[in-house]
């Protein structure tokens, strides 16, 4: 008697221990289901743009402006600017993109591209600018111009807005 409950039992414990194996390996097969979302690009003003870019880094926006320069070695890089002349913004191609025209100087756009941010360079080599402390460049409360993040629309396709004479 006691030999047929310890078979039982023995028996017992291997069923269960199988039925949980199953259900861990269930378990770990569940795949996660990913949702794409396709997004519109957000348009935006370039003063917009300059208060919030950080909001938008590797997102697709439309921004619309003037050419104030088109670099002249390869046309790699534009900058363009709305009302604000203070608030220029840098538009740069990509391998998709064609070179910008200089003739473009002048022009309204509307650009399509993606929000990129500018990686700083570390110049003067520890030299402090003229009134400036030693010892502040870590202060969280010390931010500059040379410190503030910078930002460029990395140029996906781009078009001339054409005006019409009452809009000039």
């Known amino acids: 008697m006691l030999k047929n409950v310890l078979l039982i039992l023995v028996a017992a ?6 039925g949980n194996q199953q259900a861990e390996q269930k378990e770990q097969t569940v795949e996660e289901e990913v949702v794409v ?9 370039l003063a917009e743009f300059d208060e919030k870019a950080e909001t938008f880094v590797g997102k697709e926006i439309i921004l619309e402006g003037t050419v104030i320069h088109v670099c002249k070695h390869g046309g790699q890089k534009m900058f363009i600017t709305a009302d604000d002349p203070d608030v220029r913004i840098k538009i740069t191609t990509t ?6 025209d200089p003739e473009l100087e002048g022009s309204d756009i509307k650009v399509v591209g993606i929000v990129e941010e500018i990686e700083a360079e570390v ?10 402390e030693e010892g502040h460049e870590e202060d969280a409360e010390h931010e500059n111009y040379y410190h503030k993040p910078q930002y460029s629309l990395k140029c996906i396709k781009y078009a001339v807005v054409e005006n019409t004479p009452e809009e000039k």
């Not at 979302?37 to 003003?45: F, N, Q, T």
């Not at 110049?123 to 400036?132: F, L, M, P």
């Open 13 to 18: 414990v291997m069923v269960w221990s199988c």
């Open 95 to 100: 391998d998709e993109t064609a070179a910008f």
């Open 123 to 132: 110049v003067g080599e520890g030299k402090h600018a003229e009134g400036e």
């Open 37 to 45: 979302v396709d997004e519109k690009p957000v348009a935006l003003s």
